[in-house]
C-alpha cells in the first residue's frame, strides 16, 4: 500500500506529494474518513500521476463520489493492468460549510513483472 494522505484532519482542499511508485500497476484507492464535521461536508479525492515528479494528470476514472460519512470507501481500478507513471498523489477536495474530515488515503498497487 501506497500512503497518498496519512491520518489528518484538513479544512480545505489539499495537494499531496507525489509519491516516487514505478514498476507498479494500480488496483484500488481506500478512503477512511474517521471524522468528519460542518455543514453538508464533503471530500473527493482523486489520483494523479506523473512521469517526472512535477508536471501530473487526472488518472481517467480514478476519482471517489463526494464522501460525507465516515467508514471506508474502496474504488477499484478503472482500467485492469493500468501501470503507474513513475509518481502519484492525491488530491481531496474539501467542501462545506466549516468542514473539518480526519481521513487517510492508500493506494494499493502491485510490482509489474519483467517479461522477457
Keep these: 500500500m501506497i500512503t497518498?494522505?496519512?491520518?489528518?484532519?484538513?479544512?480545505?482542499?489539499?495537494?499531496?506529494?507525489?509519491?516516487?511508485?514505478?514498476?507498479?500497476?494500480?488496483?484500488?484507492?481506500?478512503?477512511?474518513?474517521?471524522a468528519i464535521s460542518g455543514t453538508s461536508a464533503t471530500v473527493t479525492v482523486k489520483i494523479q500521476e506523473s512521469a517526472?515528479?512535477?508536471?501530473?494528470?487526472?488518472?481517467?476514472?480514478?476519482?471517489?463520489?463526494?464522501l460525507t460519512a465516515t467508514g471506508t470507501t474502496r474504488i477499484a481500478v478503472p482500467t485492469v493492468g493500468m501501470k503507474c507513471a513513475g509518481f502519484v498523489r492525491a488530491v481531496s477536495t474539501i467542501s462545506g460549510t466549516t468542514p473539518s474530515i480526519t481521513f487517510t488515503a492508500f493506494l494499493s498497487t502491485v510490482p509489474t513483472l519483467a517479461r522477457s
Design 52 to 66: 517526472d515528479g512535477t508536471n501530473f494528470a487526472d488518472v481517467s476514472s480514478f476519482t471517489t463520489t463526494g
Design 4 to 34: 497518498l494522505h496519512g491520518s489528518a484532519t484538513e479544512t480545505a482542499t489539499v495537494t499531496g506529494s507525489g509519491v516516487f511508485a514505478p514498476h507498479q500497476e494500480y488496483v484500488a484507492l481506500f478512503v477512511t474518513i474517521s
